[in-house]
């Protein structure tokens, strides 16, 4: 028989996505990309795409992904961090890629993944950036469901400003003993923001002055043996709502 489910899911993709320019075709050209996976990656892997309220309508016409989109409702400039725990909440699978829409990953690195156990700290990726290995970025990571919120989550309390909710995640799972590695041997593309033809996709401003001084209020607990102490404890601090879910259908024996 065919069953259409989402039982057969090993790794879950989490995109946050904001988009107010409907002339960039960043989200079309995201997905074009993973459509070229083959059909054994694309049959395992769930794409969480979470819409940051953008003013531009966010669709997915896709019949070869397996993916749940969300929105979320309120209106909260760089809201990623909470963005990034929505897609973990609601994703299918203990294994977890989180990343960003200018980021894709080859066919092979996925292929790894799948075949990685369950990982117990975090691993970050090297990125080619116009051609040349570029240094990992910290929204960028392979990890489990479990380790994820060792550290609560991302701190929302970062969110509304530009800047460093990612680097305080890192931080806090270091100074929970979380290990990290990187993967050597496999590279990540990036296109950067200034990348992109004519205009970015937002147009929201990079100030980090607000959270570069949140961070070094946080930094103070990390050197302590209470470092949660820091963490404002907000997450999914937002409405939000599934706006569709696409699993993927298949030939599949009954369950007995």
């Not at 993916?67 to 725990?85: K, M, Y």
């Not at 700290?121 to 380790?147: A, D, M, V």
């Not at 991302?154 to 400003?161: A, K, L, P, R, S």
Request: proline fraction near 5%; charge should be positive.
């Amino acid at each position: 028989m065919v069953r259409s489910s989402f039982s057969a899911i090993e790794l879950t993709y989490v995109v946050p996505v904001y988009i107010e320019n409907s002339d960039v075709k960043i989200m079309d050209d995201f997905i074009s990309k993973c459509e070229e996976y083959d059909q054994e990656i694309l049959g395992k892997v769930h794409f969480v795409f979470v819409d940051d309220c953008s003013p531009v309508k966010v669709e997915i016409t896709s019949q070869k992904l397996s993916f749940t989109l969300a929105r979320i409702s309120d209106n909260i400039p760089w809201n990623q961090g909470g963005a990034r725990n929505l897609g973990v909440l609601i994703a299918k699978s203990a294994k977890l890629v989180l990343t960003d829409l200018d980021h894709t990953f080859p066919v092979e690195t996925l292929r790894l993944l799948l075949d990685q156990p369950i990982p117990k700290g975090i691993y970050n990726f090297k990125r080619l950036k116009n051609g040349k290995p570029h240094h990992p970025h910290p929204n960028t990571f392979f990890c489990s469901k479990s380790t994820f919120y060792k550290s609560l989550g991302v701190d929302e309390e970062f969110c509304g400003h530009y800047g460093y909710e990612d680097i305080y995640f890192i931080e806090l799972q270091k100074a929970l003993k979380t290990k990290f590695k990187t993967f050597r041997r496999h590279y990540v593309s990036v296109k950067e923001h200034k990348e992109l033809p004519r205009e970015s996709h937002h147009s929201l401003i990079r100030n980090t002055t607000v959270n570069e001084a949140l961070l070094t209020k946080k930094r103070k607990f990390l050197r302590t043996k209470t470092p949660f102490r820091g963490h404002s404890r907000l997450t999914l601090n937002f409405q939000w709502q599934i706006v569709e879910e696409h699993p993927i259908s298949r030939d599949e024996t009954p369950y007995r």
